[in-house]
């Protein structure tokens, strides 16, 4: 069964913005760490944001000042609010979600979503 769905995921071009979603399927999935990573073609996955239940908020280098990380419990989302895209943001966005620590490839991950694409045009 699927765990966690992401959508929202596009084309779009230089400067534009996009929202990510994560819905779980059922509460137990949304754990203590949820993270977004995304992987583009040919590199590694790497780590773009993670929020912790206690609303500690980490952000890659990349992304700061652009992207806002953010959850709702009783909705059982999490969310990705991508501001001033620009092409190498573009990679398939993926969706986790953990009990512990994390790393910043993704070991410690309980559960991934499918991925949703986001594609940056220049």
């Known amino acids: 069964q699927v765990q966690l769905v992401e959508s929202g995921g596009g084309l779009v071009q230089a400067g534009g913005s996009l929202r990510l979603s994560c819905i779980a399927s059922e509460s137990r999935y949304m ?4 993270a977004w990573y995304r992987q583009a073609p040919g ?9 912790t239940r206690r609303d500690i908020i980490n952000y890659a280098n990349s992304v700061k000042g652009r992207f806002t990380i953010s959850r709702d419990n009783a909705r059982k ?4 609010q991508m501001n001033n895209l620009q ?5 398939v966005y993926y969706c986790a979600s953990a009990a512990d620590l994390i790393t910043p490839t993704g070991e410690g991950v ?3 979503g499918q991925g949703t694409q986001v594609t940056v045009s220049s």
């Open 87 to 91: 092409p190498e943001d573009t990679a």
């Open 31 to 34: 754990l203590a760490i949820m």
């Open 77 to 80: 989302a999490l969310y990705l």
């Open 110 to 112: 309980d559960y991934w």
């Open 43 to 51: 590199k590694q996955r790497e780590l773009v944001a993670q929020l």
